[in-house]
Each structure stands twice: as C-alpha cells, then as structure tokens.
C-alpha cells in the first residue's frame, strides 16, 4: 500500500523531537549534577529531605562502595521489593480496595520479575485480573524503583569514568535521590497533566451506567493517571488496562499520545547530555547523534509500508501509532498504543531491531550503559583494523574489560534464541500458536526477545499465562536484567583505578568519523547476530 | 555473619518500605486529591450524562444496534475494542442511512458530523491526530437536536 506522511505528521515528529530534547537538556544537566554530587536547584531544600531518608533508613552518605558492594545493594534491595510485590499480587483477596482473587504462583512470579526490572510484559490483564491495591501499591511503586535502579546504576557507571578513584558512590544514596527528587516530581506533574488531557484517576474501581440505548455498561477506572505518568517516564510500559496505551483512559487524544511519547524518550535523551556535562561536550553530542541518527533509521523502517486500520485507534491514525510504538520499544519502555498484530511486517523488524539494539536510545540508564559498551566494542575493533592500542578517555582498554563487554554484547542473542528454540522443541510454542509459520515465530522470537531487552512489549499477553511461558520468560527477564548490569558495573569498577594519561586519544570518541563509526558498528553487530532469526520470522510475512 | 547480613538487609528492606509509603500510596493519594479538587469531570472518567442520568464516558464506545444512531466499528478492528472513534469516511458513509430512520435531512446530518470533527481536530490542536469523530457525541448531538425523534431512548432506565 502506498505511504504518506504528510505535512501534519512531520509536525508531529518535529514536537516530539524538540519537546523531548528540550527536556533531555534541562534533565541532562540535573542528572549530570546529581552524578558528581554538585548543587541542584533547590540543593538545601532537597539535601535535608533526603537526609532525613538517609537517617530513617540508617546510611552513611558519604560511604563509597565497590561494584560488588553496589551490585550486591541493588540486586538486594530489588529483590526485596519484588517478594513485596508477588506477595501483593498472591494474596491481594484478602487486601482492601476492590479486592480480586489472588494470582496464580507462576503468574505472579512472572510480573514480579517483569516489573522489578523494568520490562513489564503482562501475561494478564489488569484492568480484570489486579486490584486497586495492587495496581497503585504494588505496581505503580515498583514502577519507580525500576528505572531508579537503572538510573543509578548508570551513574555509578558513568562516574567510573571521570577520573581515577572518583568512586562510584553509594546505591541507596543513588536510588533514593533519583526517586524523591527527581522521578517523583516529574511523575506528579506529568500525572496532573495526563488528568487533565482525560486521563481519570480515583479510587473507584468501577461504576455501571445505562448507556443511551438502555443497555448496562460497567466502567473500569481507577489510579490511572499517577500510574500512567511513571509507566511512560520510568520506560516502565505496563499498562493499567490489558489494552496498554491503545485504551482512551490510558492515552485519551492526539495531544496524550505525544505527551506520553516525550515522556519515553525524555531520560533516554538526558543521558548523553549529562554525559557531554561530565565527559566533554563532543563526546557527550556524538553519542546523542548516534541515539537521535539511529532512532530516525528505525522510523524510517517502521515507516516503509502502511500500518492498519485494522489493530490500531482511529484516533492515532497510522503514523501517530507507529511513531509512538517504535518510540516506546526503542526506549525499552514497551507500551503500546495499538495491537502488534495492526503493525505491518516492516514496523515490526524496527520494533525487533530496536530490542536487539537495546541502545538508540535505550532504556533509563541501561541504554546509555549499553551504548558505553558498544562505544568499548567499537573502539577495540577500530583498534585492531588500523593497529592502536584501544584507548578510552585515555584509558587503556585491557583484555578483561573487552572480554566482559563482549558477554554483555553476546548474553543478549543468547537468552533470546536458545529460550525461543526450546519453546519450540518442547512444543510449548506449537501448543500456543498452532501450526508454524513465519507470523507464529516472529511472536515466540519478539516473547524472548523483548524479555531479555527488558522491554515489555508482546504479542501473546494473557494467553502466555500458562506455567511454561511465565517460567521462562520470568527467568529470561532476569538473567537479561541483572548479568549485564553485574558486568557492566564490573567494567566501571576496573576503568575507576585506571591511570589517565594526557595524550591526545589514538582514536577519537568524538567527531563525524567517530559517530558514523560507531552507528554502522552498532547496527552491523546486532543485524548480523540476528539476520538469519529476522529472515525466517518477520521478513516472510 | 549474622552482623554482615543485617548489614545489607537491614537499609534495604527500610528503603523498599519508605518507598511503597512514599510512591505507592502517598504519590497516587496525592494526585487523586489534586485531580478530584481541580478536575473533577476527567478524574471520575469523563462521565456525560443526558437529563442529569449519567449514560455513559465521552471517551469510552457503547453499543448501538438501533439505525437511528451512529455505530462505531466492530471491537476487533481497534486495538482497545472501546473506543468510540471512527473515521469521517464512516461517519459520512452511515448518515444516509441515519437519514432513512429519522427522517432528519442529511445536510443536516452532515453538520453535526463536521461539527464534531472540527471540535476534535481543535481538542488536538489541529496537529496532532487525524480527523475522527466520535460516535458517542454524535449521537448524543442528535437526541438533543432532535428529542422528539429520540424519545424512546430519552425515557430509557424507568425515568
């Protein structure tokens, strides 16, 4: 079918891109100065706050800790925040506010492990299956403590670059301060906006009206828009309702959708600005291009042939769904605001592309992470073609640090393709989806595959509520959170004792060399990992 | 040992419960109160109601199976399956036959719809979605030009 994109939608893009840059830039510089501890806006206000947190809790904010001591602090406090939440989920019968049976053990595993680390995918359908309770004190909290690790664990990342035993600080300082003071704020404001573009927000669970025609009609509402707000902001993705952002009290109008699409690639856009804060302006901007540069080629893509009518909301149309979709599945966040199934097959190899990717730009915190590891990747291949030494902010790169950026880069393919071949040789994807066809993998590969990017995005939904399904992709879920994250905090814990040298880098980080370089090395690592998986699913539809 | 494991306990279990109290129950609380203070009518989900009995949300689809009204399309062509919003494609296409039922001329007809989408078009700021209309307000536009015709829905639910 023909494509047009008119004027009215490049209108849409351009306020986009402004919109969520101008906030890039204004959250790039707070996150830059909350990285080095320098004063914020408010610092004296915002410093007692948080120090009353920290005596509550009983920390020493001045106590620095390892990668291991900050790995350790993360995976735990995550797991604790986890067994509240299937705790939640398992008995929330017998807790206040529209009670609803308790989940299943597996399903509730499965969303504790999807929400905690910040992928979201929902094998069941909220607005029938949670509570109130569950959807605002279970989800909508662990929807800030998702990003909040991600963010802080970037941080510590990032600070293992600045100079030599800059320390890569503490985890509960990190967290509780990207939660109050940043996350927190934006998230009500955002939420007071979403309010009053339509988007409700009570504690009723329903009411039941007669409709003009007489016929009954129940109303499921609840807290949707202070869930809403963080879902899009944290590159949470879950939605209140089992129709995620396609559902008018999720995204009511025209102006929700682009509102909620700013919000997605807000943070993912502050990262490299904070870093050009920290690190020199050049190779901050050059990472930016690579993000910005790399999202347009997905567009682009995901724009060759028509999406819809069918599967998508007329009052979207075409581009405002495939626009919003690629923003949130390149952000990781994983919202939709129509069904996969109303995308065409090209939309969809953006959508997969972006997941393998994981980087353009990438979740909160963990894109730019990701980035960072494809910068070191980039640079030790470039290194080997015109023979230099490997450097890094005049570093030297050693064996070790390729050898963990190489696992991070291959623990990726691994977690999706041999989960997606298992569900194939048990049956369990035969089972589901009946007979094989390119259509039938391209679900089961884009399951395992928005898994292990921590996205959330999904065909199957609540019929993968089956043992099997939840079981496994819980476990994808978490191998594809917590092993990049260990070992990418093991690569900050070795360049944070490194000597500086100097000297002018032997090769670039910055510039249009640099930037192209690293965009085409971004793209040919992943397409080739994936190319053969791409050909046999949705590129023979 | 047992000192050791406190230790990395101990702030954690404290920093996930100040959280849940903060971002799970203050945050939402919060909003609800400011959204039910200043935006009552989109904070109870946009409830319209005809002659102070409420019929239904403007943002949500109802089912029409009577030809005098509007009908949106069939649940499985949309992603959410409830909303109310159609092309003007098909809102133009179904005004013959609305026409047929009621009697109401279809320049008429023709109106409301184009009303409807322009005040849609202006809630979206012109850019920012394509032209749709939105088959609740059609229909509730025609009960109230036209309540004579519309009677029988207008006496619905003993009032």
Same mark, same amino acid.
């Given at each position: 079918?023909?494509?047009?994109?008119t004027?009215v939608d490049?209108?849409?893009?351009?306020v986009?891109l402004?919109?969520s840059l101008?906030?890039?830039?204004?959250?790039?510089k707070?996150?830059?100065?909350?990285i080095?501890?320098?004063?914020r806006?408010?610092?004296?206000?915002?410093?007692?706050?948080?120090?009353e947190?920290?005596?509550?809790?009983?920390?020493?904010?001045?106590?620095?800790?390892?990668?291991?001591q900050?790995?350790?602090a993360?995976?735990?406090t995550?797991?604790?925040a986890a067994?509240f939440?299937f705790?939640?989920?398992?008995?929330?019968?017998?807790?206040?506010?529209?009670?609803?049976s308790?989940?299943s053990?597996?399903?509730?595993?499965?969303?504790?492990?999807s929400?905690?680390?910040n992928?979201?995918?929902?094998?069941?359908?909220?607005?029938?299956?949670?509570s109130?309770f569950?959807?605002?004190?279970?989800?909508?909290f662990?929807?800030?403590?998702?990003?909040?690790?991600?963010?802080? $664990?970037?941080f510590?990342?990032?600070?293992?670059?600045?100079?030599?035993?800059?320390g890569?600080g503490?985890?509960?300082v990190d967290f509780?301060?990207?939660?109050?003071t940043?996350?927190l704020?934006?998230?009500?404001?955002?939420?007071?906006?979403l309010?009053?573009?339509?988007?409700p927000?009570?504690?009723e669970?329903?009411?039941?009206?007669?409709?003009?025609?007489?016929a009954?009609?129940?109303?499921?509402?609840?807290?949707?828009?202070s869930?809403?707000s963080?879902?899009?902001?944290g590159?949470?993705?879950g939605?209140?309702?089992?129709s /995620?952002?396609?559902h008018?009290f999720?995204?009511? /109008?025209?102006?929700?959708?682009?509102f909620?699409?700013?919000?997605?690639?807000?943070?993912?856009?502050s990262?490299p600005?904070?870093?050009?804060h920290?690190?020199?302006?050049g190779r901050?901007?050059s990472i930016?291009?690579?993000?910005?540069?790399?999202?347009?080629?997905l567009l682009?893509?995901?724009?060759?042939t028509?999406?819809?009518?069918?599967?998508?909301?007329?009052?979207?149309?075409?581009f405002g769904?495939?626009?919003?979709?690629i923003s949130?599945i390149?952000t990781?966040?994983?919202a939709?605001?129509?069904?996969?199934?109303?995308m065409?097959?090209d939309?969809i190899?953006?959508l997969?592309v972006?997941?393998?990717?994981?980087?353009i730009?990438?979740?909160?915190g963990?894109?730019m992470?990701?980035?960072?590891?494809y910068?070191?990747?980039?640079?030790?291949?470039?290194?080997?073609m015109?023979?230099?030494?490997?450097?890094f902010?005049?570093?030297k790169?050693?064996?070790?640090?390729?050898k963990?950026a190489?696992?991070?880069?291959?623990?990726?393919? $691994?977690?999706?393709?041999?989960?997606?071949?298992? $569900?194939y040789? #048990?049956?369990?994807?035969?089972?589901?989806?009946?007979?094989?066809?390119p259509m039938t993998?391209?679900?089961?590969?884009?399951? @395992?595959t928005?898994?292990?990017?921590?996205n959330?995005?999904? @065909?199957?939904?609540?019929?993968?509520?089956?043992?099997?399904? #939840?079981?496994?992709t819980?476990?994808?879920?978490?191998?594809?959170?917590?092993?990049?994250?260990?070992?990418?905090?093991a690569?900050?814990?070795?360049?944070t004792?490194?000597?500086?040298?100097e000297?002018?880098?032997p090769i670039?980080?910055?510039?249009?060399?640099?930037?192209?370089?690293?965009?085409i090395?971004?793209?040919?690592?992943t397409v080739?990992?994936?190319f053969?998986f791409?050909?046999?699913?949705p590129?023979?539809? | 040992m047992?000192?050791?494991?406190?230790?990395?306990?101990?702030?954690?279990?404290?920093t996930?419960i100040?959280m849940?109290?903060?971002?799970?129950?203050?945050?939402?609380?919060?909003?609800m109160?400011?959204?039910?203070s200043?935006?009552?009518?989109q904070s109870n989900?946009?409830?319209?109601?005809?002659d102070g009995?409420?019929?239904g949300?403007k943002?949500?689809?109802?089912e029409?199976t009577?030809?005098k009204?509007?009908?949106?399309?069939a649940?499985?062509?949309?992603a959410?399956?409830?909303?109310?919003?159609?092309?003007?494609?098909?809102?133009l296409?179904?005004?013959?036959?609305i026409?047929?039922?009621?009697?109401i001329p279809?320049?008429?007809?023709?109106?409301?719809?184009?009303?409807?989408?322009?005040?849609?078009?202006?809630?979206?700021?012109?850019?920012?979605?394509?032209?749709?209309a939105?088959?609740l307000?059609?229909?509730?536009?025609?009960?109230?030009?036209?309540?004579?015709?519309?009677?029988e829905?207008l006496?619905?639910?003993?009032?």
């Open positions: 079918m023909e494509v047009s994109v004027y490049l209108i849409q893009l351009l986009v402004l919109g101008s906030l890039a830039v204004i959250f790039g707070y996150l830059a100065r909350m080095i501890y320098e004063k806006p408010l610092e004296k206000t915002l410093g007692r706050v948080e120090n947190f920290y005596k509550l809790i009983g920390i020493d904010k001045y106590q620095q800790m390892t990668w291991r900050y790995f350790l993360l995976v735990v995550n797991f604790i067994c939440l705790g939640v989920l398992v008995f929330q019968d017998l807790l206040p506010l529209s009670p609803k308790g989940l053990l597996d399903l509730a595993f499965h969303t504790a492990a929400f905690v680390t992928t979201d995918i929902q094998h069941y359908v909220g607005d029938k299956q949670l109130i569950s959807q605002m004190v279970g989800l909508t662990m929807m800030f403590v998702a990003p909040a690790t991600g963010i802080s $664990a970037a510590a990342f990032i600070r293992g670059f600045i100079r030599k035993d800059f890569l503490n985890f509960y509780i301060r990207v939660i109050i940043f996350l704020p934006v998230a009500f404001v955002s939420a007071i906006l309010m009053v573009l339509g988007v927000q009570t504690l669970s329903s009411i039941t009206v007669q409709t003009l025609e007489g009954p009609q129940t109303i499921t509402m609840g807290p949707i828009a869930l809403e963080i879902k899009e902001f590159s949470n993705g939605g209140f309702f089992g /995620n952002s396609a008018p999720e995204n009511p /109008n025209g102006l929700s959708n682009i909620e699409i700013i919000l997605m690639l807000s943070i993912p856009f990262f600005i904070a870093y050009a920290l690190l020199g302006k901050g901007v930016l291009v690579v993000m910005i540069t790399g999202f347009g080629i682009i893509v995901g724009l060759l028509q999406s819809g009518p069918a599967g998508l909301e007329t009052r979207f149309g075409s769904s495939v626009l919003f979709n949130s390149a990781n966040t994983g939709a605001n129509s069904a996969l199934i109303g065409s097959p939309a190899i953006s997969l972006a997941m393998f990717i994981q980087a730009p990438g979740a909160d963990t894109g992470m990701t980035m960072i590891v910068v070191v990747l980039t640079l030790f291949i470039v290194g080997l015109v023979g230099k030494t490997p450097e902010m005049s570093m790169i050693n064996s070790r640090d390729i963990l190489v696992f991070v880069f291959l623990i990726h393919p $691994a977690i999706i393709l041999i989960p997606t071949v298992i $569900a040789t #048990n049956g369990d994807a035969q089972q589901l989806l009946g007979s094989t066809t993998f391209t679900q089961v590969l884009y399951e @395992y928005s898994s292990a990017s921590n959330g995005s999904d @065909y199957l939904g609540a019929s993968a509520d089956t043992p099997f399904w #939840n079981l496994s819980a476990l994808v879920v978490i191998v594809g959170r917590y092993v990049p994250l260990g070992l990418m905090l690569i900050a814990g070795s360049f004792i490194k000597d500086r040298k000297v002018v880098e670039r980080t910055q510039g249009p060399v640099f930037t192209s370089v690293l965009l090395m971004t793209f040919l690592l080739l990992t994936f053969p791409l050909i046999m699913g590129f023979s539809i | 047992e000192s050791s494991k406190a230790k990395i306990f101990s702030p954690a279990i404290k996930v100040l849940i109290v903060v971002t799970g129950v203050a945050y939402p609380i919060l909003v109160i400011a959204g039910q200043v935006l009552p009518e989900g946009s409830l319209v109601d005809v009995k409420i019929i949300s943002l949500l689809a109802q029409f009577s030809p009204f509007f009908h949106s399309r649940a499985s062509e949309s959410s399956g409830v909303d109310p919003h159609i092309t003007k494609d098909s809102a296409s179904q005004i013959q036959g026409s047929d039922a009621t009697g279809i320049n008429h007809l023709t109106t409301i719809v184009e009303l409807d989408i322009a005040q849609n078009n202006a809630a979206n700021w012109l850019a920012f979605s394509p032209e749709y939105n088959v307000k059609l229909n509730l536009e025609l009960v109230k030009q036209y309540p004579e015709i519309y009677s829905f006496n619905a639910g003993g009032k």
